[in-house]
């Protein structure tokens, strides 16, 4: 079964994959994330920093994906294994269709075909969703954040995730990420395990 997390800066995802390696260590999950599971991600992270051709940006984060695809995630569901990912390819329709907006004339579009026919869609996502101003405070002081991490840029993503959510409400489960951080990881917790039971991991192929 595969299980992503998902939400913009600072909505806590990352704490949360943190502390599922702890809460689901007996189920021995692949814990995984993107980008950076594969070396294509040393090359995402530095374009990143140096704010490069936006195309050029959102190609190598679909290239990084395909790399995790190929050396973590099928391998990993071959062998019958649960692998959770913290970031997957909704952060590519939700960001990148902000970052492509007037460069690419229907970015959503266009991302969603680099994917489809080989990529994997999630059994299940869980969506973090907060306040902007609460995820602006949790992160770093404004002149270290990365360039995605300005409020007019999140709250467009995070209104990207939320429609993406509505649209597929079988996939998704919307997180209140300003319950308390155990809270939060007890609830995803036991929801995975709900869904382990009840078949999800029986991938249609
Ligand atoms: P991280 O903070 O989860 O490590 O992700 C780094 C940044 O990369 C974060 O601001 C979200 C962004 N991102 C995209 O814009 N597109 C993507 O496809 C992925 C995986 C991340």
């Known amino acids: 079964m595969l299980v992503t997390l998902e939400g913009i800066d600072g909505s806590g995802k990352s704490t949360l994959h943190a502390a599922l390696r702890e809460l689901l260590a ?42 995790h695809l190929a050396t ?25 269709s902000v970052t492509l907006q007037g460069i690419i004339p229907e970015p959503e579009q266009w991302l969603r075909a680099m994917h489809n026919g080989w990529s994997i869609i999630p059994d299940r996502t869980f969506l973090c ?13 404004a002149g270290a954040r990365e360039h995605f991490e300005k409020r007019e840029v999140l709250e467009k993503v995070q209104n990207n995730y939320l429609a993406y959510a509505r649209n597929e409400p079988s996939r ?12 939060i990881a007890e609830f995803v917790a036991g929801a995975i395990r709900q869904d382990l039971k009840s078949g999800k991991k029986k991938r249609k192929k």
């Open 72 to 96: 973590v995630v099928r391998p990993a569901l071959a062998e019958g294994k649960l692998v959770i990912s913290d970031r997957y390819s909704d952060s590519r329709y939700a960001y990148q």
């Open 172 to 183: 998704f489960v919307v997180v209140d990420a300003m319950l308390e951080k155990e809270a």
């Open 129 to 141: 969703v907060l306040p902007i101003d609460e995820a602006l405070t949790r992160l770093k002081p």
């Open 26 to 67: 007996d189920l021995d999950p692949v814990f995984t994330r993107e980008p950076g599971a594969t070396w294509v991600g040393d090359a995402v992270r530095r374009a990143i920093a140096e704010q490069i051709d936006p195309v050029t940006e959102a190609t190598l984060f679909v290239a990084d994906h395909a790399a």
